[in-house]
C-alpha cells in the first residue's frame, strides 16, 4: 500500500516538474518568436520610411524641365504684369500712329443720338475740342456722319457707309443703330446686318481704328438692354474695341436719367456727359 502511495507520489512530481519546464520552455519561445516578429515589423517601418522620404524627396527636387517651366511661369507672369491696358493713354497712340502728318482724323458714324441743332454742343465737337488740348502739334479733325432714324438694314442700303469711306479717318466711332431698331427689329438681326456693315467698311478703311460703343441709355429700359448686351458680346467675338460709357450716367433704373434725355435722346446736358466720359475714357 505505501508502495503504491509512493509511486504515485513520484508520478504527480514528474507530471508536475515536466508541465513547469514546458510552460518555460514555450514562454521562452514565444519571446523568441515576439522578438522576431518584432523585429522584422521595425525593419520593414525603417524601409518604409526610407522609400517615402526618397519619394519625399524626388519631389521636392524638381528635374530640370521642371525648373524651366517654373522659370518660363515666371517670366510670363511678369510680362503679363507689364502689359499696359488697352484703354491708357488712347490717344497717345493715336497720335504716334496716324499724326506723322501732322492730323489726326476722326469720324463718328452713329443714330441721331450722335447730334444737336447746336452743332457746337454735340458730343463729337465737344471730345475733340478737349481732345486737341493734348494733342500737341497734332490737329484733329471730326467728321459726323448721322444717319438720322434708319434702322440697321436701311443704313446698309443707304449712302452713309460709302460717305464714311471717303472720309477716310484714322478712328472711326460707331454707335450702332439699334435704338431705331427697337421694336423694329430684333437684336439677332441687327447684329448680323451690323456685321455685313463693318465687313463693307473694313474693306475700305484697312488701316482704321474701328471703335463700337452703345447708343445713349434710357430710363426704365428692358429689350434695349439685352440690345447692347449683345453689341457688347459681338465686338467681343470679332475682336473691335468696345468702349461702354454708361459708367458716367445715373442708372437706367434712376429717375434722374430723365433729366439727360428728351424723345428718348440726349440733351445738351446727356451731350456733355457722354463727351466727358470718353474723354476719360481716352486719356487716362
Do not use: C
Not at 111 to 131: H, M, Y
Not at 190 to 218: A, D
Amino acid at each position: 500500500m505505501n508502495l503504491e502511495k509512493g509511486g504515485k507520489f513520484v508520478l504527480k512530481t514528474t507530471l508536475f516538474i515536466s508541465t513547469i519546464v514546458l510552460a518555460i520552455i514555450l514562454i521562452i519561445g514565444g519571446h523568441y518568436y515576439y522578438q522576431q516578429k518584432l523585429q522584422t515589423i521595425a525593419d520593414d517601418a525603417n524601409q518604409t520610411d526610407v522609400d517615402v522620404n526618397e519619394e519625399i524627396r524626388d519631389n521636392e527636387q524638381p528635374s530640370n524641365e521642371d525648373e524651366a517651366l517654373d522659370n518660363d511661369d515666371s517670366s510670363e507672369d511678369s510680362s503679363k504684369q507689364l502689359t499696359p491696358t488697352s484703354a491708357s493713354g488712347m490717344l497717345s497712340e493715336w497720335i504716334e500712329q496716324y499724326g506723322e502728318d501732322g492730323t489726326l482724323k476722326i469720324a463718328v458714324l452713329g443714330s441721331t443720338s450722335i447730334t444737336l441743332d447746336n452743332t457746337e454742343a454735340s458730343w463729337p465737337n465737344l471730345l475733340a475740342s478737349s481732345l486737341q488740348g493734348h494733342a500737341e502739334d497734332v490737329q484733329i479733325t471730326m467728321d459726323i456722319v448721322d444717319v438720322d432714324r434708319l434702322n440697321t438694314f436701311e443704313v446698309a442700303e443707304s449712302d452713309h457707309i460709302d460717305a464714311v469711306m471717303n472720309l477716310q479717318p484714322d478712328v472711326l466711332f460707331i454707335e450702332p443703330f439699334l435704338l431705331n431698331d427697337n421694336g423694329l427689329l430684333m437684336k439677332e438681326d441687327s447684329i448680323e446686318m451690323l456685321g455685313r456693315i463693318l465687313s463693307s467698311i473694313e474693306v475700305g478703311l484697312e488701316e482704321t481704328e474701328i471703335i463700337l460703343m452703345p447708343g445713349n441709355p434710357l430710363y426704365g429700359a428692358e429689350y434695349y438692354l439685352q440690345q447692347n448686351e449683345a453689341l457688347e458680346q459681338f465686338a467681343a467675338q470679332e475682336g473691335y474695341l468696345f468702349v461702354d460709357y454708361w459708367f458716367a450716367w445715373p442708372a437706367t433704373d434712376d429717375p434722374d436719367l430723365q433729366n439727360y434725355i428728351d424723345s428718348a435722346r440726349p440733351n445738351e446736358q446727356g451731350h456733355q456727359v457722354w463727351a466727358e466720359a470718353l474723354y476719360e475714357l481716352l486719356t487716362n
